[in-house]
């Protein structure tokens, strides 16, 4: 078994032969010119990152103008609490009458009623 030295060596000489099999072409000025054009515009263009946190601007700009992004986000979590505590601590029968013995059926229950002897169609 070879030893981590051993192999680092190996891969170091079989990178170096395989490298020197290769040819030494330069690359074209028309094709350098349009890698280098390419990663200038890419480099230009805003990052998926910087579009997402414009987005999050724009909306919390919306919902509350002129207000640092951490108040409507701690506005919508304070509310969201307080509606998840008041829906488990508000008993439902002090919501409103008690609705347990009516039985309510949507109309799509029942089967259809057409008489075709009425003569209405």
Same mark, same amino acid.
């Given at each position: ?23 030494? /072409?330069?690359?074209?000025?028309? +094709? /350098? ?12 263009? =805003? ?17 509350? =103008?002129?207000? =640092? +992004?951490?108040? *409507? ?34 109309? +799509?229950?029942? *089967? *259809? ?6 003569? /209405? +169609?």
């Amino acid at each position: 078994m070879q030893t981590q030295e051993e192999q680092n060596a190996a891969d170091a000489a079989f990178a170096a032969r395989a490298l020197s099999l290769l040819a030494d /072409e330069p690359v074209s000025a028309a +094709l /350098e010119a349009r890698i280098l054009g390419d990663f200038d515009r890419l480099a230009a263009a =805003p990052s998926l990152a910087a579009k997402l946190a414009q987005a999050i601007r724009r909306v919390s700009e919306t919902i509350w =103008p002129g207000a =640092p +992004l951490w108040q *409507p986000a701690f506005v919508l979590a304070l509310s969201l609490i307080l509606g998840l505590a008041a829906g488990m601590l508000v008993p439902s029968s002090a919501l409103g009458r008690d609705n347990s013995d009516v039985t309510q059926t949507a109309s +799509l229950d029942a *089967p *259809p009623q057409l008489d075709l002897s009425a003569g /209405e +169609l």
